[in-house]
């Protein structure tokens, strides 16, 4: 059985850093793309960024570009999201996720676990 345990997040003032991170249970992340999406009340759940097998292949949302980075380590079976910069429209509940595809892609429909969530709040 796959499970993906998130932790990190919480409150932060605007411009501050957090990182989450992501343990994943049951499949080896050096043979899984991952991805984190977020989704703010209201709003439906979109895409951050994603990561390939190998960690040699990143994507990102052009609203976190140059100020998020997601990384993996696949000795700790590990996925994490480095957040600096944060502003308030960063507020949301974050997602990791395990994709179903080689390729990296954005729509949910394409990852098949996902974590618990884990909820970020950025302060003015």
């Known amino acids: 059985q796959v499970q993906l345990v998130q932790s990190g997040g919480g409150l932060v003032q605007a411009g501050g850093s957090l990182r989450l991170s992501c343990a994943v249970s049951?499949?080896?992340?050096?043979?899984?793309?991952m991805a984190w999406f977020r989704q703010a009340p209201g709003k439906e759940r979109e895409f951050v960024a994603a990561i390939s097998w190998s960690g040699g292949n990143t994507d990102y949302a052009d609203s976190v570009k140059g100020r998020f980075t997601i990384s993996r380590d696949n000795a700790k079976n590990t996925v994490y999201l480095q957040m600096n910069s944060l502003k308030r429209e960063d507020t949301a509940v974050y997602y990791c996720?395990?994709?179903?595809?080689?390729?990296?892609?954005?729509?949910?429909?394409?990852?098949?676990?996902w974590g618990q969530g884990t909820q970020v709040t950025v302060s003015p």
């Open positions: 049951g499949r080896p992340v050096s043979t899984t793309n």
């Open positions: 996720a395990t994709a179903r595809s080689w390729r990296l892609v954005r729509g949910t429909m394409e990852y098949d676990y």
